[in-house]
């Protein structure tokens, strides 16, 4: 059995655009060195097409590139919460199968077949995915057993020496965001997303809300996806129409307020004091979504 190519120190990450990929993507980075990693992502027709730009900003952040594979055919065969928008995401297992129903079956075999084949393409050696056997929900495509045997079908399929690395296979959630901070990746958590109900901010109550909050919680750290809870374009527009006000206050609060708000007839001291107020709650109001960050 040869080896995939000159390429084989180089790694590929499936990266989702949720907080466990994002985490290997930064392992990845520092077990290969960033020239060597890229990342792919799946269009797999997931009913939150946030993640995709998700996963694009992360790679972003990371310096490293980022491809997108569109894979239509989840959608066609419905049946799970995650691909057919008609079904409500049921936090309890199903009693027959013990699965939650955003199982989606043979996902992450089809994700790590095509990253398999991409890397073959390009004589990338190693794959590296965020499954965790240790996975609350306990999709059985997560497990170790499953890995292995892929790696060993995908070896003999395309006779080549592709490794698949499984960096959170035994961690639980409080480790996975232990190691996120240890390899400096804490900033990209915030840009990834995990809630199931495809809310930002985070709706906070689903099943992968949830487990991500008991993770940053019993590894005593911050969520950094709690304290942004605007979207970063919505936040830069906030902050610069602050600016504006801010700079439009600089000016009421040295010249004539009662001239500059209430027009040049205005005189009385409660025409004054309205005019203070109106400033000032404005100014609160927007360091209240934005922070006290500077202009951008
Ligand atoms: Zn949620």
């Known amino acids: 059995m040869g080896t995939v190519g000159e390429n084989e120190h180089q790694a590929l990450v499936v990266l989702s655009g949720g907080q466990d990929s994002t985490t290997c993507l930064y392992w990845a980075i520092e077990q290969f060195g960033k020239a060597n990693v890229s990342s792919l992502t799946f269009d797999y027709g997931q009913r939150h097409r946030i993640e995709i730009e998700c996963a694009a900003n992360i790679a972003e952040q990371a310096g490293v590139t980022n491809i997108c594979l569109p894979i239509d055919t989840f959608t066609a065969l419905g049946g799970d919460a995650l691909t057919d928008s008609q079904i409500d995401v049921e936090p309890s297992k199903a009693p027959d199968n013990d699965l939650p129903n955003t199982f989606v079956p043979g996902r992450n075999l089809v994700f790590l077949t095509f990253a398999a084949a991409l890397a073959y393409q390009r004589g990338i050696g190693n794959l590296v995915t965020g499954v965790a056997q240790t996975d609350y929900s306990g999709y059985p495509d997560c497990r170790q057993e499953t890995i292995y045997a892929l790696q060993k079908t995908l070896r003999a399929g395309m006779e080549c020496d592709v490794v698949i690395h499984t960096p959170l296979m035994n ?126």
């Open 171 to 296: 961690f639980s959630k409080r480790q996975t965001v232990e190691l996120a901070r240890d390899l400096g990746g804490l900033d990209a958590m915030g840009l990834t997303h995990t809630c199931y109900n495809g809310m930002r901010p985070p709706c906070g109550q689903c099943p992968a809300c949830t487990l991500r909050a008991k993770g940053f919680a019993e590894a005593g750290i911050e969520d950094p996806l709690l304290q942004a809870k605007w979207p970063t374009r919505l936040k830069r527009f906030i902050t610069r129409c602050k600016a504006k006000v801010r700079r439009r206050a600089d000016r009421l609060f040295s010249c004539d307020l009662p001239a500059a708000i209430c027009g040049p007839d205005a005189k009385s001291i409660e025409s004054r004091r309205f005019a203070v107020f109106v400033t000032r709650i404005l100014l609160a109001r927007t360091d209240q979504v934005v922070g006290n960050s500077k202009p951008q």
